[in-house]
């Protein structure tokens, strides 16, 4: 079936360090696929999508790129802030299926110190 | 509204009790969907509405969950004779249609004790 694989954290960084967090996936036929980010007591947000192989996705200097040969989304920034701590979820839907649902992975949370 | 909006925030309950819980969508917003997650992990898909039509209710945990949308605007998620295992934050989200970005709510917290 489909699934969604991302790393586990908590990842703490310091402030202005580079970010990665890794997700991979596992569907049939080309899914889009997404990152949501979950602010502290706030509901879930799209931070940015990719919908088809090679796109890159990109918002408020986070990007990642859909690589269909190695099944990946993952998540990078150049230059993390205190701000960007939150709760970040890999994501895909798989159109043309019974329903249009997102399938998430589990979240990273990510800890930036100032 | 400018949102998508649930209530209540957060609510407890004793194992056994049934519970209610409401969803009210960005106005316009033909689709619906409900999701469930638990402590520590993310988001899984319980139910789809497309106006008053639920669709696919396939994620359902059990047939104590039933969900409905009478008017094809706000939702309601109903739990019968909540167990512990029902404890979770539930998740509405709206979208103008089936294909487009989903909107989600803040979420309603439930615990049952």
């Known amino acids: 079936g489909n699934s969604v694989t991302q790393m586990e954290g908590p990842v703490t960084l310091s402030e202005e360090a580079f970010l990665t967090i890794n997700c991979t996936y596992t569907?049939?036929?080309?899914?889009?696929l997404f990152w949501y980010v979950q602010y502290p007591g706030e509901g879930l947000q799209l931070l940015l999508k990719a919908t088809k192989a090679d796109d890159k996705g990109s918002n408020k200097g986070f990007e990642a790129t859909y690589r269909k040969e190695t099944t990946s989304f993952h998540l990078e920034k150049g230059s993390v802030q205190v701000s960007d701590s939150a709760v970040y979820f890999c994501?895909?839907?798989?159109?043309?299926?019974?329903?249009?649902?997102?399938?998430f992975g589990t979240g990273t949370l990510l800890a930036v110190q100032p | 509204g400018a949102g998508v909006s649930q209530s209540p925030r957060y609510k407890v309950a004793k194992r056994g009790q049934d519970v209610a819980l409401r969803c009210d969508p960005i106005?316009?917003?033909?689709?619906l969907f409900w999701y469930q997650q638990a402590l520590g992990q993310g988001p899984e898909f319980l139910t789809y509405?497309?106006?008053?039509?639920?669709?696919?209710k396939s994620g359902l945990p059990s047939d104590r969950f039933f969900a409905e949308r009478p008017e094809g605007s706000v939702s309601t998620l109903k739990i019968q004779r909540t167990q512990q295992e029902d404890s979770a934050v539930y998740l509405c989200?709206?979208?103008?249609?089936?294909?487009?970005?989903?909107?989600f709510g803040p979420g309603t917290r439930l615990t049952v004790l």
């Open positions: 994501a895909l839907i798989r159109y043309g299926g019974a329903t249009n649902k997102l399938i």
């Open positions: 569907a049939t036929g080309y899914p889009s």
């Open positions: 989200a709206s979208s103008l249609a089936e294909e487009n970005e989903q909107f």
């Open positions: 106005s316009g917003h033909v689709s």
């Open positions: 509405f497309q106006n008053e039509a639920q669709l696919d």
